[in-house]
């Protein structure tokens, strides 16, 4: 890649041909896509009750997502999909088409050329979208979300443990 | 009612090597050639093509010796494939395996630069597979071969291996294997008598195995071009491993205090007894009927041990097939299957040996799918040599992984997993490459080709 700050990321196998930064093995993800004309007021209102209830257990099903936001700006005529997560976005794309493609276009279906998550060309739409951070920084570039998960676990069972003694 | 249509494969167009078990007991040999001109490649090829056996009737072992046929990209380019044809190739295949070893975890002792000749090379532009039931069918099959190239001096063969099977059907480690494939929908003839089908197990979409038929997306594959050249083709990685017995028999002798718990500690790796028997089955010891029962042997689902108690996450057999095992993640598992040939080289080590004798001896896989990123590619990285998909950080199959020393397998079990430290590397790759395995009529449209 041409880019030297691109070289970390060629770091993580997968991502070679791919934008994006990686830190240790956790990567960030930010995509940049026009809205259509009145998508701003419907992604509000799909979102309105955030990543709660059903849409936080179907988005912990992922198991690798970190985080995500989405950002409305420019006068409601664009939007920042930002996330961070384990491995790369690509490994499991075909996986997601067949697992959750509802799930998948829903949150991208406000965007202007959105191809469908069944689309040939989805990979390339999103490559096309996708903007490399300048710089990217994680607290803990080790640890998956599932050894989050599991840390957090043994320390609830160790507290509990530790209460009874 | 509507009942979607299957589509019935072409088994005649369709090499036997992609369909058809290894016999049992088997002998074989891996043949690599070098093509330094397009025309006596070509013509080596119309030879070839008559001796190259179709996947007709399959299920039957009726047939004493097949020849299969595979071209790397190396090789296509010599027999002259147009550029247009080449390039609609996909990446890994175009790249070769050795080039994809960042995403294979191939490092240090599976590195490529450490590989035998011609694997990761331009070298390799042909392989021929020979699988016969026996030496005399076997040397048959492998002159007719030799006289379709002998007298064409720009066809060299660099490279040859000869491969058979076990005493027992065992691996060099002694466990039964090749116990499971996929089920290919479409690719029996209706009314055929075949083993029976592990009740848990849908059928495959074909083209997940053989493009030209949709596959578990829906989609047929569009490349590479022409149609002509695809149709009823399909890709192969091939892996030629070497087996460290030794290493095996010393680490199971130094984290276990008998040779009862030596033998449940090898299954645990493996998820089989060394009958074959799955410890989803068999949890507390080796069941050698069960193993030897195709029509149970693989009768089992996850669902019964979702905690891992039997059969660990970690163990080989559920990693490189999970199953139903992880049917509550966002994983198709449909997705990343594909076709097992597996063969074993050398001579086993005595029992009882646990220092290395220095031979050669190990296992070469052919595993055969139309998606060779989706398929072996994913199994290789997410779930050989990786442990998140099972929450197990970077944990890595315990037989096949790249341990160096410092691998981990974790043991579910009451009141307190074990955790095995220090594990070295008890398999190493030691060649391998993308191969193109064309259905019989693309070779002659590849045998046709003008200069």
Redesign the interface.
């Known amino acids: 890649m041409a880019n030297p700050s691109n070289k970390a990321a060629s770091a993580m196998p997968m991502s070679q041909e791919r934008p994006g930064l990686s830190a240790g093995q956790v990567q960030e993800f930010t995509l940049v896509s026009r809205l259509k004309p009145g998508g701003a007021q419907r992604m509000r209102q799909l979102f309105k009750g955030g990543f709660t209830g059903e849409r936080q257990k179907n988005t912990d099903r992922i198991g690798t997502v970190h985080d995500l936001r989405f950002i409305i700006f420019d006068n409601d005529t664009r939007v920042i999909f930002a996330s961070t997560f384990d491995g790369t976005w690509d490994t499991y794309i075909d996986d997601f088409g067949t697992k959750i493609p509802d799930e998948i276009d829903l949150l991208f279906h406000e965007c202007e050329g959105y191809p469908g998550i069944h689309s040939p060309q989805i990979k390339d739409w999103i490559v096309d979208q996708q903007v490399t951070a300048t710089a990217f920084y994680s607290a803990y570039p080790q640890a998956t979300v599932r050894d989050v998960w599991k840390a957090l676990k043994a320390r609830s069972a160790l507290g509990a443990l530790l209460d009874q003694a | 009612m509507l009942i979607p249509a299957v589509p019935v494969l072409d088994v005649s167009d369709i090499q036997a090597t992609v369909l058809r078990p290894r016999p049992s007991p088997y002998r074989g040999e891996y043949v690599v050639l070098r093509i330094d001109d397009a025309a006596q490649g070509r013509e080596m090829l119309r030879r070839m093509i008559p001796r190259v056996a179709p996947a007709d009737e399959w299920w039957l072992p009726t047939l004493p010796g097949w020849l299969g046929i595979a071209f790397t990209h190396e090789g296509l380019k010599a027999l002259g494939v147009p550029q247009e044809s080449l390039d609609s190739f996909p990446?890994e295949f175009r790249q070769g395996m050795a080039a994809r070893a960042?995403?294979l975890h191939d490092f240090g002792d599976d590195a490529p630069p450490n590989w035998e000749y011609p694997f990761g090379t331009a070298d390799m532009h042909v392989a021929l597979a020979i699988y016969a039931n026996d030496e005399q069918n076997l040397t048959k099959v492998l002159e007719r071969a030799r006289q379709s190239h002998a007298d064409l001096p720009h066809i060299s063969v660099v490279y040859r291996m000869q491969f058979g099977e076990l005493p027992g059907g065992r691996n060099p480690f002694g466990f039964r294997d090749g116990l499971h494939n996929p089920h290919v929908e479409g690719s029996v003839a209706e009314g055929a008598v075949t083993p029976t089908r592990n009740a848990y197990e849908a059928a495959i979409k074909a083209g997940e195995f053989i493009m030209g038929y949709p596959d578990?997306?829906?989609?047929t594959a569009?490349s590479p071009v022409p149609e002509d050249l695809r149709h009823n083709g399909t890709f192969l990685a091939f892996r030629k491993f070497h087996m460290d017995v030794a290493a095996f028999r010393k680490y199971l002798r130094s984290v276990a205090s008998s040779p009862a718990e030596e033998e449940l500690i090898a299954a645990k790796m493996v998820g089989r007894w060394r009958s074959g028997a799955p410890l989803v089955l068999a949890a507390e010891s080796d069941d050698p009927k069960l193993g030897a029962d195709q029509n149970r042997n693989n009768d089992f689902s996850y669902q019964t041990d979702m905690k891992g108690l039997k059969c660990p996450f970690s163990a080989h057999m559920r990693r490189v097939n999970p199953r139903d095992a992880l049917k509550?993640?966002?994983?198709?598992v449909?997705?990343h299957h594909f076709l097992r040939r597996g063969t074993n080289f050398g001579l086993p080590l005595p029992d009882g040996v646990l220092e290395d004798d220095g031979a050669e001896r190990g296992g070469v896989f052919l595993l055969i799918g139309a998606h060779l990123r989706?398929q072996f590619e994913?199994v290789q990285?997410?779930w050989a040599t990786d442990g998140?998909f099972i929450?197990h950080?970077t944990e890595q199959d315990p037989l096949i992984g790249n341990n160096e020393g410092d691998g981990v397998f974790t043991i579910p079990q009451r009141p307190v997993r074990r955790r095995l430290h220090g594990l070295p590397r008890f398999v190493t790759v030691s060649g391998g490459e993308y191969c193109f395995m064309p259905g019989l009529r693309a070779l002659g449209w590849l045998a046709a080709l003008k200069s």
């Not at chain 2, 509550?328 to 198709?332: F, G, L």
């Open positions: 990446v960042a995403i578990e997306s829906g989609a569009t509550d993640d966002i994983v198709a449909n997705l989706q994913f990285s997410q998140n929450s950080g």
